[in-house]
């Protein structure tokens, strides 16, 4: 634990990440791997100088409104939202007629809106390697969230 400690107090670490990991997972789980090949996917390609962030939850799955009472939306009517790099996030979204896979250049403005769901979605931590576009998205985050306009700080 102390060379640890001396590696963070000396600076000795890089925190640069990728999605190799994430991407050899659906290498391993070839059935599971079937149910993203079966839905169509949007591919995003930031042209502008915001960029994907990420976060310890890497795939986001966005439920839309319940269809029936009793059971709630299938793996295919689920939205998945995953960036496999800071240029590049993938839109999994439910099979219709049309092209298999879309992609589809986008500004800052589109970049920033996608990345807002993900603090959302995230157990405690998002990554990103814009500070300014990060500070800009969790101020913005903040403001609609609705426990924020119930629960007030204490002045």
Partial sequence: ???IRQSFLKGN???KYNNATHLHFFSKIEKFANLFYGKHWRVYIATGSYKF????????EWFPERKNFFYGPSFLDRKHYFPISPNTLIEAVYPI?????KRKRINDNE??????IR???SLEFCYSDNE???KKMIKIADHFNPLNQVIKPAN
């Fill in 132 to 134: 300014e576009q990060f």
């Fill in 119 to 121: 603090p959302d979605y």
């Fill in 53 to 60: 962030i990420t976060s310890d939850t890497p795939v986001i």
């Fill in 13 to 15: 670490y890089n925190l």
């Fill in 1 to 3: 634990i102390e060379s």
């Fill in 97 to 101: 007629s049309g092209k298999n896979l």
């Fill in 111 to 116: 970049v920033f809106k996608l990345n807002l």
